[in-house]
């Protein structure tokens, strides 16, 4: 984890609108279901005016501005966003998880306001962070974190609230290495989703094949794992521009294991010098990418500033992938930026509105109408993409 020593002020807290004092219904009609409708009046009015939703910014609370930058490209992810404004949630929640359900309920409440304010209005995510610290003690306090590491502790908290796996079964541990690869990836995938199903996983999860050669005998076992992220490594050039696809490029480069890293082959019982390479066997809904832009060192942590081309616009990804596919296209919809070093910076997103596909900067409370030829910059972090259905591309 890095750490930063930058110090930002909390901002004055904020009036929040109270949803329960505004909505108390009047007849026995059950609250979830008013706010649900009330929501619902809300997007259709916009539909039918300029006035677009979801450009309410967030209080920085003091350093959370890494925080408020990945709730607000989740808050634009269509599909999730939906989830917790219909309400949806309600039916999934699990009480057999270690927080019960607070650390969801409170995530769709914060989706909610975020969606009903006015967009010159900010809201606080104090009651959220409340819970999300409550989940991740590491999240505990005002210290600056790390965007990504946030993103993968909330989205595991959501999972695990949401999850329709109520008991889960034992892990079974016999082996699938007799199976030809596609009936071993569709059987790790079934064993995967006997454990692990929810709608936060049917959106982000998908599943990653690894590819071990013996360089001795020959012999290439593979193994099937799900991922909610890919880190992609930045090649470092002297001269010329790094794109997006040279990062995964260099990701999914056959790397040679030797020396230390020597794995034991299954065939010869011995260490051996072997390749490992990765490519995508399943591709999921979103796509999130992170560009590793910080490497750990001895003395003290360092950052990347590489300026990394990125497309916005139908990132065809099938050469990646382990299998024959044809539906493996991308459209970047929120970007999570850091600028300034590893000893103190600061967290913004770029997100694209699913209601008007306009693009906005969001900087803590303050929320900018920006346009998308300067959504590339060097200080992306975090890419999020999202599938592109097969008609929008015909």
Same mark, same amino acid.
């Not at 306090?141 to 695990?160: P, T």
């Given at each position: 984890?890095? #750490?930063?020593?930058?110090?930002?002020?909390?901002?004055?807290?904020?009036?929040?609108?109270?949803?329960?004092?505004?909505?108390?219904?009047?007849?026995?009609?059950?609250?979830?279901?008013?706010?649900?409708?009330?929501?619902?009046?809300?997007? *259709?009015?916009?539909?039918?005016?300029?006035?677009?939703?979801?450009?309410?910014?967030?209080?920085? =609370?003091?350093?959370?501005?890494?925080?408020?930058?990945?709730?607000?490209?989740?808050?634009?992810?269509?599909?999730?966003?939906?989830?917790?404004?219909?309400?949806?949630?309600?039916?999934?929640?699990? *009480?057999?998880?270690?927080?019960?359900?607070?650390?969801?309920?409170?995530?769709?409440?914060?989706?909610?306001?975020?969606?009903?304010?006015?967009?010159?209005?900010?809201?606080?995510?104090?009651?959220?962070?409340?819970?999300?610290?409550?989940?991740?003690?590491?999240?505990?306090?005002?210290?600056?974190?790390?965007?990504? @590491?946030?993103?993968?502790?909330?989205?595991?908290? =959501?999972?695990? @609230?949401?999850?329709? !796996?109520?008991?889960?079964?034992?892990?079974?541990?016999?082996?699938?290495?007799?199976?030809?690869?596609? @009936?071993?990836?569709?059987?790790?995938?079934?064993?995967?989703?006997?454990?692990?199903?929810?709608?936060?996983?049917?959106?982000?999860?998908?599943?990653?094949?690894?590819?071990?050669?013996?360089?001795?005998?020959?012999?290439?076992?593979?193994?099937? #794992?799900?991922?909610?992220?890919?880190?992609?490594?930045?090649?470092?050039?002297?001269?010329?521009? !790094?794109? =997006?696809?040279?990062?995964?490029? =260099?990701?999914?480069?056959?790397?040679?294991?030797?020396?230390?890293?020597?794995?034991?082959?299954?065939?010869?019982?011995?260490?051996?010098?072997?390749?490992?390479?990765?490519?995508?066997?399943?591709?999921?809904?979103?796509?999130?990418?992170?560009?590793?832009?910080?490497?750990?060192?001895?003395?003290?942590?360092?950052?990347?500033?590489?300026?990394?081309?990125?497309?916005?616009?139908?990132?065809?990804?099938? @050469?990646?992938?382990?299998?024959?596919?044809?539906?493996?296209?991308?459209?970047?919809?929120?970007?999570?930026?850091?600028?300034?070093?590893?000893?103190?910076?600061?967290?913004?997103?770029?997100?694209?509105?699913?209601?008007?596909?306009?693009?906005?900067?969001?900087?803590?409370?303050? !929320?900018?109408?920006?346009?998308?030829?300067? !959504?590339?910059?060097? #200080?992306?972090?975090?890419?999020?993409?999202?599938?592109?259905?097969?008609?929008?591309?015909?």
């Amino acid at each position: 984890m890095r #750490d930063s020593y930058t110090v930002t002020l909390p901002e004055e807290p904020p009036t929040l609108p109270d949803l329960h004092k505004d909505l108390r219904p009047r007849t026995s009609m059950p609250g979830s279901l008013l706010v649900s409708t009330f929501v619902g009046l809300v997007l *259709n009015k916009t539909k039918s005016s300029k006035v677009v939703q979801g450009l309410t910014g967030l209080r920085n =609370l003091g350093n959370t501005c890494f925080m408020n930058s990945i709730l607000q490209c989740l808050s634009n992810t269509k599909e999730l966003r939906d989830y917790c404004l219909q309400n949806q949630y309600l039916r999934d929640l699990n *009480n057999n998880s270690r927080m019960r359900t607070a650390l969801m309920s409170e995530f769709a409440k914060l989706i909610q306001l975020l969606w009903t304010s006015s967009p010159n209005d900010s809201v606080s995510p104090s009651e959220f962070k409340t819970q999300i610290q409550r989940y991740a003690p590491r999240f505990v306090g005002y210290n600056q974190q790390d965007a990504q @590491e946030f993103l993968r502790f909330l989205l595991d908290g =959501l999972h695990s @609230e949401v999850n329709r !796996v109520l008991v889960r079964p034992r892990a079974s541990t016999d082996t699938l290495d007799h199976l030809p690869d596609d @009936e071993k990836s569709r059987q790790m995938w079934r064993r995967y989703q006997e454990r692990e199903d929810s709608r936060i996983g049917d959106l982000f999860v998908g599943q990653l094949k690894s590819s071990l050669t013996c360089s001795e005998c020959g012999y290439c076992s593979t193994a099937f #794992d799900p991922f909610w992220d890919l880190s992609l490594p930045i090649p470092k050039k002297g001269y010329g521009e !790094v794109t =997006l696809m040279d990062c995964l490029r =260099l990701f999914t480069k056959e790397d040679v294991l030797d020396g230390d890293e020597k794995p034991t082959c299954c065939r010869c019982k011995a260490r051996t010098r072997c390749t490992k390479k990765f490519s995508i066997q399943k591709f999921p809904k979103i796509l999130v990418l992170h560009l590793k832009r910080f490497s750990e060192a001895r003395i003290r942590t360092s950052k990347l500033t590489t300026f990394v081309n990125f497309q916005l616009k139908d990132l065809d990804l099938r @050469e990646f992938a382990s299998q024959s596919c044809n539906h493996a296209v991308y459209n970047l919809y929120a970007v999570s930026n850091h600028s300034g070093t590893t000893m103190g910076g600061h967290y913004t997103a770029y997100c694209k509105s699913p209601v008007s596909s306009e693009w906005h900067s969001f900087n803590d409370s303050r !929320v900018t109408p920006m346009s998308s030829s300067h !959504v590339r910059s060097s #200080d992306a972090y975090l890419l999020f993409y999202e599938l592109a259905s097969p008609s929008s591309r015909m």
